[in-house]
């Protein structure tokens, strides 16, 4: 950490130990907005393009013979074909099943539900049935554990979106950033960028940046007349062997971006970097600035890049 004045004014620090005593202690448990738990635009839109076919498919609920009844709604409205794989909450088109494994003999079958198609044979027919029979889809419809089949995808497609809430804390920790940075340069006249590359900077600014990876793309990039500022911004909830890499991993990000007189900034929070504190502390002391939302939030660093620090 690159201790300087501005830590005493502003957080009461005397020394970069006090610093890291007052990062560890203010990081922050939750960032959790309420769109954390379900993008219902996303799963509403999701619903919109399959619902005529998950209604015709509805008709089944209460039929006796639905092998017979699925095979004529196949042949008649063949667009049911391609959502069937949504039944079982699959987002793939294409299976490959293994049917025998004994004796070491593996035996598989191909089900393809991909294709865009006005009308169906009687073998795509036959091994949609089969398919929807052995998942036991068939049987849910058959017992009327499911009454509704536009119900029970909605339900689907909630479920398959938790698995974007990972995602969407990253997206928390840049909304609530990019908040401050855009405060920041509307006060002080500068200007930024949102996942910024290496070709947007030099084509909105003219400033070179040399990147250690194609696919580098930083959270945001700051221009304070010529000088150049490059955050990153991440949030970790929990902890795990992964943070002791991503802590090395900014101390070689600092010392390349450092190499070309450019300024690297990480901001980084959650409680889970409690159980990590040892390789984040190390990161801490070797690179300029390390802050977290309550030390952003301080006006830290704000005063960083008003003052080109």
């Given at each position: 950490?690159?201790?300087n004045?501005?830590f005493?004014n ?9 610093v ?5 202690n ?17 799963v509403i839109?999701n619903?919109?393009?399959i619902?005529?076919s998950?209604n ?18 196949l042949?008649?409205?063949p ?6 794989p ?6 793939t088109s294409n ?16 089900y ?28 849910l ?9 536009p ?7 909630v ?17 609530i ?23 947007k ?14 696919s ?16 990153e ?17 900014y ?6 971006i ?11 929070d ?40």
């Amino acid at each position: 950490m690159k201790f300087n004045p501005i830590f005493k004014n502003l957080i009461h620090c005397s020394n970069s130990e006090e610093v890291f005593s007052y990062f560890k202690n203010t990081l922050t448990d939750s960032i959790t907005p309420w769109t954390y738990y379900v993008n219902w635009q996303k799963v509403i839109a999701n619903f919109r393009k399959i619902e005529i076919s998950l209604n015709i498919l509805n008709t089944l609920i209460g039929k006796n013979n639905l092998e017979q009844e699925l095979k004529y709604l196949l042949n008649n409205y063949p667009e049911i074909f391609s959502v069937i794989p949504i039944l079982i909450a699959c987002r793939t088109s294409n299976f490959q099943i293994l049917t025998n494994y004994l004796n070491g003999n593996f035996q598989y079958k191909n089900y393809n539900f991909s294709k865009q198609i006005k009308s169906l044979s009687l073998q795509e027919i036959d091994e949609a049935v089969e398919f929807m029979k052995e998942t036991g889809v068939l049987d849910l419809f058959s017992n009327r554990t499911i009454k509704s089949i536009p119900d029970y995808v909605l339900g689907i497609e909630v479920g398959l979106d938790t698995n974007g809430r990972k995602n969407r804390g990253g997206s928390s920790m840049e909304m609530i950033t990019e908040q401050i940075v855009s405060n920041i340069c509307t006060q002080n006249n500068f200007f930024y960028l949102k996942q910024a590359t290496a070709e947007k900077i030099i084509s909105n600014w003219g400033i070179f940046v040399k990147v250690d990876k194609s696919s580098r793309i930083f959270d945001f990039a700051i221009n304070n007349q010529g000088m150049l500022y490059l955050i990153e911004v991440n949030f970790y909830g929990g902890g795990g062997s992964k943070l002791k890499s991503t802590a090395g991993e900014y101390r070689n990000l600092f010392d390349f971006i450092s190499a070309q007189n450019h300024k690297l900034i990480w901001v980084t929070d959650g409680l889970g970097w409690k159980t990590t504190l040892k390789p984040l502390e190390e990161t801490f002391n070797y690179i300029d600035y390390t802050f977290n939302l309550n030390m952003v939030n301080s006006g830290l660093l704000a005063e960083v890049i008003k003052q080109q620090i």
